[in-house]
């Protein structure tokens, strides 16, 4: 008997618990020839604010062992481009679009999430309140516990939709900001965010990337991300979601055994652009090879005693 692989995520149901990570995917058509788009849990699109952004000046990522170090600084159409553009694209597929959102101010955030409210098409949005690669706003958010609250709260005010703030790994106690957005009017949480970090050259003696300074992704960052989405899974009754450097199915199972009920593949994806139909495809397996029958009874089945 072939397991149900089907999970429900703040109202948002999915045909299997694996997404893809907001700024490794694109908006959806960047890999719609290389991965079957309906296939994915859901596809959650790179981060949207209220105007068009240009991102940072080049180079913007730099690899490093078992990682990579990004500073994309969030390059994007805007609130109005991204509707006008992308979402019809989207709407031709049978798969929940979670967009990812940010903004400078909590007004800004609020405004985004206000455009998008009654976007046909949109299942839910994902707070970057986390981003560590931009000079305004975003990571300010993510890691002060009181403008948290304060931009969660002015997202849930503005919005119906399905709201899941995307935390920090860089906070003392991730268990407090989990609370936080759970008491804030948060359907769910995802994390980790990329972990601040930088790299040198010691021929130029200068930085790598021209910001300095940026987001750490990738296996090295597994063993923290399955830390903290544990500690978070324990202080919380909503959904968690994980990420951080999945790069296999044992990665995927790790993470929900855990805790989080789905997952999200990135950094992965710039390696193998089908790495998280692979994850599906070995969930599946492992399920039939262990004779579990739904997602439910392996999340949070971590003997923790």
Known sequence: MMPDLSVEIAGIRMRNPVMTASGTFGYGPEYADL?????LGAVVVKGICLNPTKGNPTPRTAETASGLLNAIGLPGPGVEGFVRDYMPFLRRYDVPVIVNIWGKTVEEYAEVAARLDRVPGIAGLEVNVSCPNIKEGSAMFGTDLLMFERVVTAIRAATKLPLIPKLAP????????ARCAEASGADAISLINSFPGMAVDIRTRGFKLANKTGGLTGPAIKPIALRLVWLAAKAVRIPVIGMGGIVTAQDALEFMMVGARAVAVGTATFVNPDTAIQVIQGI???FVEQGIRTVYEWVGSLRDE
């Open 35 to 39: 991965v079957d788009l309906n296939e």
């Open 170 to 177: 860089n906070v003392a106690d991730i268990g407090e900001f």
């Open 284 to 286: 599946r397996d492992f």
